[in-house]
């Protein structure tokens, strides 16, 4: 299967969707499945497809609440970061990090 057959697959299905839409969905379902009967069996594609749109939504959740964190962090004026500080920092490159391996399938090393 190539990217192109499940993109038109996914595009036939959902025709109001933005090629960006179809496109990224493609990449987060193929990053995860090869699986033939993608192109054929509805259910086996809804299923990969509620999995990808799950897990994307949970890290844009998650990036979003660290993006706020991060945005206060960087409205604090001093030099010495404090302990609370540091862990939001290391929260926000394990978010990044999630968000690379949704897309990528590859373990990040954070």
Request: proline share 3%; hydrophobic share 45%; net charge negative.
């Given at each position: ?16 969707f933005s ?17 033939e009967r993608?192109?054929t ?7 990969e497809w509620r999995?990808?749109?799950f897990?994307l ?21 001093r ?8 862990w939001i ?7 990044q ?7 990528t ?6």
């Open positions: 299967m190539t990217c192109h057959q499940l993109a038109q697959r996914i595009a036939g299905l959902r025709p109001d090629p960006v839409e179809v496109a990224r969905l493609t990449l987060m379902i193929l990053a995860r499945s090869n699986d993608l192109l069996d509805d259910e086996e594609l809804y299923a999995n990808a749109t897990r939504e949970a890290v844009s959740d998650q990036h979003a609440a660290v993006a706020i964190e991060l945005e206060r962090l960087q409205s604090d004026s030099v010495e970061f404090s302990e609370e500080q540091l920092l290391l929260r926000a490159v394990k978010v990090s999630q968000l690379l391996e949704i897309y399938e590859q373990p990040q090393f954070v």
